[in-house]
């Protein structure tokens, strides 16, 4: 019988000993849960998980293996895996490879055979902690001092963001989106698509100044990882951009949106991450069953003075999960309506941005005709 090899230490003391799968290194992070039933490759590879060791609750994970289009980022950058029972023999005619092979590609460490369930009651009653995922001779003096002596990140986004801007064309394309990428997930630039948007995405550094020159018919905001007020360049932009360009956000971008309008931000106790989360639609009264996956949240007070108004509440805990401002064109969701993993009854918000670029597109083209007619050059 295979000895256990790997263990994980909170930093409350508490330990945990397993078995590794994935790379054999050994990784300092924030825990977390996630309590999606599937979807444990679009949760590996979503950016947001940066700097974040995730619990998953269902236990059977690896079964159906790793497919190749199933991605949502080209270079995943979680933390690690803690899973209660790995299959390491899928079972599907898609898939390519195994959900080990696929961490030890990336540097990314795994643990199983530990009681998830416990953990994620640890987490829930006392909050998200830093955790080390270790080799099982490590003391647990030692691994609590590997954390203590760890900084804590605050550099995710400029590590997820593309460098360099690229493109994603569609077939009969309607309109021209600039999409912010913080960490953007390929599912949302997907779907743009599908509603007939040439996506641009660029770095998250990118000044409002050369979004302008892009002319385009409006503006995305990616999610991400970290605390959105460390993305201060993204921040500034949107406060350059506002009332300028139709913006939507998603995830992290919701909240930059937020700070962008002078509300404030805050960390959950251990955040939102699942398939199943209720959410209100303060407009319209509807239910949405969401695909979460977020530590901060915008505090509802602080939107009072502000020009935006809540949209969307969480069910479970009162969260706000959507705002807008309707003479900017701006509105965000803090959940996930491209749903990787997850439900697929937002695609409303799609349909809801395509519109205000289209209003936006016949208003600049109605300027630019009246211009024309009146005989106004715009040559200096």
């Known amino acids: 019988m295979r000895k256990k090899d790997r263990k994980i230490v909170l930093e409350d003391g508490s330990c945990y000993e397993g078995y590794g799968f994935g790379a054999d290194v050994e990784s300092v992070c924030e825990i977390v849960f996630n309590t999606s039933m599937v979807g444990y490759q679009e949760i590996l590879s979503d950016p947001s998980y940066t700097d974040q060791m995730v619990v998953m609750t269902y236990p059977l994970i690896g079964n159906y293996g790793i497919t190749d289009d199933d991605y949502e980022c080209k270079n995943p950058s979680i933390g690690g895996m803690i899973v209660g029972d790995y299959n390491d023999m899928p079972s599907n005619f898609r898939y390519t490879k195994t959900l080990s092979e696929e961490m030890e590609e990336n540097g990314i460490p795994g643990i199983y055979g530990v009681d998830t369930r416990k953990i994620t009651r640890s987490i829930r009653d006392l909050g998200s902690r830093r955790v080390i995922m270790t080799g099982i001779d490590t003391t647990v003096e030692e691994a609590l001092e590997k954390i203590k002596s760890t900084p804590v990140p605050h550099d995710q986004v400029s590590r997820v963001s593309c460098k360099k801007r690229w493109y994603s064309r569609t077939a009969n394309p309607r309109f021209n989106v600039v999409a912010i990428d913080c960490g953007i997930k390929l599912n949302i630039i997907r779907k743009l698509n599908s509603y007939g948007c040439n996506v641009t995405v660029v770095p998250f550094d990118i000044t409002p100044e050369e979004i302008e020159f892009m002319k385009p018919d409006g503006v995305f905001l990616s999610n991400g990882p970290g605390d959105p007020e460390?993305?201060?360049?993204?921040?500034?932009?949107?406060?350059?951009?506002?009332?300028?360009?139709?913006?939507?956000?998603?995830?992290?971008?919701?909240?930059?949106?937020?700070?962008?309008?002078?509300?404030?931000?805050?960390?959950?106790?251990?955040?939102?991450?699942?398939?199943?989360?209720?959410?209100?639609?303060?407009?319209?009264g509807r239910i949405e069953i969401t695909s979460q996956n977020h530590s901060y949240a915008v505090d509802l007070e602080s939107l009072k003075g502000t020009k935006l108004h809540a949209t969307h509440i969480n069910l479970l805990d009162n969260t706000v999960e959507g705002v807008e401002c309707k003479e900017d064109r701006i509105f965000s969701v803090q959940y996930h309506p491209e749903s990787a993993p997850g439900p697929q009854d937002s695609s409303y918000l799609f349909e809801k941005f395509t519109a205000a670029l289209q209003e936006?597109?016949?208003?600049?083209?109605?300027?630019?005709?009246?211009?024309?007619?009146?005989?106004?050059?715009?040559n200096a």
């Not at 937020?258 to 407009?283: D, I, Q």
């Not at 936006?360 to 715009?378: I, L, P, R």
Request: proline residues 4%; contains cysteine.
């Open 230 to 284: 460390d993305v201060t360049p993204v921040i500034s932009t949107v406060k350059a951009l506002a009332g300028k360009l139709p913006i939507f956000g998603i995830c992290l971008g919701h909240q930059m949106i937020s700070l962008a309008y002078g509300a404030k931000t805050y960390k959950l106790k251990f955040g939102h991450r699942g398939g199943n989360h209720p959410v209100k639609n303060l407009e319209t």
């Open 360 to 378: 936006y597109k016949d208003e600049t083209e109605a300027a630019a005709v009246n211009t024309k007619g009146s005989g106004v050059s715009t």
